[in-house]
């Protein structure tokens, strides 16, 4: 992080302080607190950081950003919200910075998509990315603070729960270029239908100037019509030959896919180390913001070669002649359909579907937990697992729609007991459910009964 003047912080959150000097890191935790550190006091549902401010001076913070008096003397510079401050901050030292900053953003796939972005934009410029999932309202200003004066680029990630998150989050990070991924049903629980969701989406072009483009799925039929006003949409799709960026002539196994990228200089052929047709729709997103950055599709489509999933995303590994998809990171009915489809097109003997409960559906849940089995069906799943008591639906809807092997349990290690003595050479078997679901922990139980490395 570039140095900045205690003043000036005070300045950008809408304050002021007499105290004199720089720092040259910010944190919320005290645990990172380190000298000369600026340490932003959160609130939250069980800790409030203002109980630990006196501590973080005492770890060498150089001053504390707080919402009340708490007696520290001029190293405490006094906000209205924290929380804002923290986001106004960041808004400011992003400022500091010309260089182009892509934001990403959609119900499924915006962390792959960004990871792919990273990947195209890093081949011709450093590029800081967003990591792990600081993609909400403290990570997402935390990572703009990561920027240093040798960076080039920056891809960063927008989760939302609610209205108004990406809205504040745009306002620090002011894209130059927006991606939107997909409209799903993540979180209608809270946005109450796809049209809100799509308006919550949306609101990533408020903290772009009005030129500036968005990068939009042109499969999607939500965004496939969205009204972006004065930005100019760039669509890239996989069954509309008419959008800007598509593809078409696709062929996969277990571990690639080719296909033929059709654009306004092209059309080139590419041939990229993952499978499903979901990751086609984000090499395509990254070829659009590679060009519009000034890197050639060609350029891209070499940079995506070397491009690996991350974390427990959709990562695809064989043992014993069995192949695992671990994808435990999160769940809602499109990854569902996304992963049962890879599932599906895996060339293996049986296919097995270990499938756990989806969450923050509100109403649509039943629903949503319904239609996996169908997926599942669709897909050609042999056998059934499911985990959890809304995947009981899951597993009613997959026998309805014709498996004809479904298990239901409500204990992980019984589940990994039934499927470890269930494998056999040569099967095929996913993992995925909600992040809160801890899915991965079968897998683990189920590589150490059958003496397996993680």
Excluded at 26 to 47: N, S
Excluded at 110 to 132: N, R
């Amino acid at each position: 992080m570039l140095p900045l003047t205690y003043k000036e912080a005070a300045r950008a959150a809408g304050s002021e302080t007499s105290l004199e000097g720089k720092f040259t890191s910010v944190t919320t935790d005290t645990r990172k607190a380190v000298k000369d550190c600026l340490f932003i006091a959160l609130a939250g549902e069980k800790f409030d950081g203002h109980d630990f401010a006196a501590a973080a001076l005492e770890k060498g913070a150089g001053a504390v950003m707080v919402e009340r008096d708490l007696g520290l003397g001029e190293r405490q510079i006094i906000v209205g919200s924290t929380g804002q401050a923290l986001l106004d901050l960041a808004g400011y030292y992003r400022s500091l910075f010309k260089i182009p900053v892509v934001g990403v953003t959609g119900s499924v796939g915006k962390t792959t998509t960004k990871e792919m972005i990273a990947a195209v934009l890093g081949s011709k410029y450093k590029t800081l990315k967003t990591e792990g999932n600081h993609n909400n309202e403290i990570g997402m200003p935390l990572t703009l603070f990561e920027l240093e004066k040798d960076h080039e680029a920056a891809v960063i990630e927008m989760g939302m729960n609610h209205f108004g998150e990406i809205s504040r989050m745009t306002a620090a990070a002011k894209p130059d270029i927006a991606v939107i991924s997909n409209i799903g049903v993540s979180h209608i629980e809270n946005l109450g239908s796809r049209e809100g969701i799509l308006k919550a989406k949306l609101e990533i072009l408020e903290g772009m100037k009005g030129d500036s483009p968005i990068v939009l799925n042109g499969d999607d039929d939500m965004l496939s019509k969205a009204d972006t006003g004065s930005h100019p949409r760039v669509f890239y799709s996989v069954s509309n030959s008419s959008c800007a960026y598509t593809a078409f002539d696709i062929t996969s196994t277990d571990d690639e896919t080719e296909f033929t990228v059709g654009f306004s200089g092209g059309p080139v052929r590419a041939c990229l180390p993952f499978t499903g047709r979901h990751n086609i729709y984000n090499a395509l997103a990254a070829c659009a913001v590679g060009e519009l950055c000034g890197i050639s599709v060609e350029q891209a489509l070499e940079a995506l070669k070397n491009y690996k999933t991350t974390g427990l995303r959709q990562k695809i590994v064989k043992k014993n002649s069995i192949t695992f998809i671990e994808d435990c990171y999160n769940a809602s009915p499109d990854s569902q359909a996304a992963a049962l489809a890879v599932l599906g097109s895996m060339n293996s003997g049986r296919k097995i579907a270990v499938l756990g409960d989806m969450l923050e559906l509100g109403s649509y849940s039943e629903t949503a937990h319904r239609l996996v089995g169908k997926y599942a069906a669709q897909n050609g799943a042999d056998i059934v697992f499911t985990y959890g008591e809304q995947s009981l639906l899951t597993a009613e809807s997959a026998k309805e729609n014709g498996v004809k092997d479904v298990r239901t349990f409500s204990d992980k290690n019984e589940l990994a007991a039934s499927l470890a003595g269930e494998l056999k050479e040569g099967d095929a078997v996913l993992f995925k459910a909600s992040r809160y679901m801890k899915l991965e922990e079968v897998i683990y139980k189920v590589f150490e009964i059958l003496d397996l490395e993680k």
